[in-house]
């Protein structure tokens, strides 16, 4: 008879923890003895409020009323990211969530719009993007498909306080059954025999035992890398960036629905809107700016009134060469780290989770289960890491030495080869497990200007003058149903506005 796993050990609480528990405790309630171990002592990173539209499919599995989310997280709506400067300053676009304009045929909708932008009479690639033009118009409501077409609707994510998730699955997986363990891990047990952790004792003396360990400490690593010495992969010499300041500030008018990502001499910073502050944070190199004064760039550009002191993250991009080891699964930042330029870092979380659960194994431990979870997990870190060296390398802010050497430095084959693509022949063709499929390579590489030479061939097979007509039809339906969706800013006081959103941590 095969041994099933019965305790689960969670090392450490914030929202990889939270999101851990919760899930596990929603599927297996007490089947599965679930404990968290955190210390309110050591807090929470929480470099990331913003999330990408996967985000809603987490809260379905653990039931959770959106409104209701909305509310005590004090979230507001997210369409997309604006990137500022990263071209050259001066210049911004949107990667928005969604399609683009409709297939045609068998040719994708872009080759349509590429053609017209080859022949003149084309410029604006987001005039075909609902959440686009939305967005830059602060409007929302959900929209599944826009009425009486056969054109999809709105997808969406959302920005959120971090710390308040957390807090909100806790509760949850609290009622679950799962118990939570004040304290500090003082040391780790292995067997001498497997390697595998057998216990934690904890500093006032209590020791928890496990059959399965998650390792949710942070950058720390407590058991994957201090205790098993799993080993590190840098991804240093792509994304050199090693810190960032967060800084929270007072809310302005209007409220966007979208994230912004903004230029800057070292890096970047990011500008996340919730019901009750601003989210602010410079993501820099400090090859190039010291620390000192990366904090009084971020405080001189930022919307309002700080509401704090700047807090200083230090980081490597990367991720541990095998994310579940022996008996131990690293979900969140002990798993590994890429900045939070696409909104990825709770996705992965989340990602984590899904495989725990799709791979949840025996007490056995069977070597080709956890090989597929850590084939997975490297193929989605490393598909994720082209993505955001691609926004980098692709940029036009000459004579600034962050930015000429990120122009200049040697890129993975993997993405030398989409880019050399789609300038031959306008094709994009993302690997099928990649998160990030053709909208939204699209929309990087022409915002980046990269831009092809020819469309597929097969546009010809449609006369120009159904092609204008299509074009035009399709602007004009999106930007109509863009022009009727409501505020965002009226639509979160309408449905779920928090108790209190005073400005405030």
């Keep these: 008879m095969v041994d099933i796993i019965k305790r689960i050990v969670i090392a450490g609480g914030g929202t990889a923890g939270w999101m851990t528990a919760a899930a596990l405790s929603q599927i297996m309630g007490e089947r599965l003895c679930i404990t968290l171990i955190e210390s309110e002592e050591i807090g929470s990173v929480g470099v990331g409020e913003a999330t990408i539209p996967m985000i809603a499919h987490f809260n379905a599995l653990l039931r959770l009323d959106e409104n209701e989310f909305l509310r005590e997280t004090k979230g507001t709506?997210?369409?997309?990211?604006?990137?500022?400067?990263?071209?050259?300053?001066?210049?911004?676009?949107?990667?928005?969530?969604g399609t683009l304009g409709r297939d045609l045929?068998?040719?994708p909708f872009h080759h349509y719009w590429l053609q017209a932008h080859l022949d003149g009479q084309d410029e604006d690639?987001?005039?075909?993007?609902?959440?686009?033009?939305?967005?830059?118009?602060?409007?929302?409501?959900?929209?599944?498909?826009?009425?009486?077409?056969?054109?999809?609707?709105?997808?969406?994510a959302y920005h959120f306080d971090a710390s308040l998730y957390a807090l909100y699955l806790r509760r949850l997986a609290e009622g679950n059954g799962a118990r939570r363990i004040e304290g500090r891990i003082r040391d780790i047990a292995?067997?001498?025999?497997?390697?595998?952790?057998?216990?934690?004792?904890?500093?006032?003396?209590?020791?928890?035992?496990?059959?399965?360990?998650?390792?949710?400490?942070?950058?720390?690593?407590?058991?994957?890398?201090?205790?098993?010495?799993?080993?590190?992969?840098?991804?240093?010499?792509?994304?050199?960036?090693?810190?960032a300041f967060a800084v929270p500030c007072e809310s302005v008018s209007p409220l966007t629905p979208y994230t912004r990502s903004i230029a800057r001499e070292a890096g970047w910073q990011w500008r996340i809107p919730l019901q009750h502050r601003t989210g602010n944070g410079y993501v820099f190199c400090s090859d190039h700016v010291s620390e000192d004064e990366a904090a009084t760039r971020l405080l001189s550009r930022l919307d309002g009134k700080a509401l704090a002191d700047p807090r200083l993250i230090r980081f490597e991009t990367g991720r541990r060469r095998l994310q579940w080891n022996g008996n131990v699964i690293a979900l969140g930042l002990s798993s590994g780290f890429i900045e939070p330029l696409e909104s990825t870092s709770i996705h992965l979380i989340q990602s984590g989770i899904a495989r725990l659960i799709t791979l949840f194994p025996n007490a056995g431990f069977d070597p080709s289960v956890v090989a597929e979870y850590n084939r997975q997990s490297a193929l989605e870190f490393e598909l994720?890491?082209?993505?955001?060296?691609?926004?980098?390398?692709?940029?036009?802010?000459?004579?600034?030495?962050?930015?000429?050497?990120?122009?200049?430095?040697?890129?993975?084959?993997?993405?030398?080869?989409?880019?050399?693509?789609?300038?031959?022949?306008?094709?994009?063709?993302?690997n099928p497990n990649d998160l990030f499929q053709l909208p939204a390579w699209l929309q990087v590489m022409v915002g980046q200007n990269i831009r092809p030479t020819a469309a597929h061939p097969f546009v010809g097979a449609v006369p120009e003058a159904a092609r204008k007509d299509y074009l035009a039809n399709l602007r004009t339906i999106i930007g109509r149903a863009a022009e009727g969706l409501p505020d965002h800013a009226d639509y979160i006081a309408k449905h779920c506005r928090a108790l209190s959103t005073l400005s405030g941590l």
């Excluded at 709506?77 to 969530?97: N, P, T, V």
């Excluded at 075909?128 to 498909?145: H, T, V, W």
């Excluded at 904890?202 to 400490?217: K, Y």
């Excluded at 930015?403 to 063709?429: N, T, Y």
């Design 190 to 243: 292995l067997n001498p025999e497997t390697g595998h952790v057998t216990r934690l004792s904890l500093e006032d003396g209590q020791t928890l035992e496990g059959d399965l360990f998650i390792d949710c400490s942070g950058f720390r690593g407590l058991l994957i890398e201090g205790a098993l010495k799993t080993g590190f992969e840098s991804y240093k010499d792509l994304l050199p960036c090693d810190r």
């Design 77 to 97: 709506i997210k369409l997309g990211i604006a990137f500022d400067g990263w071209r050259h300053e001066g210049h911004s676009y949107m990667h928005a969530f």
């Design 105 to 107: 045929g068998s040719v």
């Design 125 to 156: 690639l987001w005039a075909y993007s609902l959440n686009e033009r939305a967005a830059f118009a602060n409007r929302f409501a959900p929209l599944n498909q826009i009425p009486n077409t056969p054109l999809p609707g709105i997808p969406y």
């Design 384 to 430: 994720i890491r082209d993505f955001i060296v691609l926004h980098y390398h692709a940029n036009e802010r000459h004579g600034e030495p962050f930015w000429d050497q990120m122009r200049h430095m040697s890129i993975p084959e993997s993405l030398a080869q989409k880019i050399a693509l789609f300038r031959a022949s306008g094709v994009i063709q993302p």
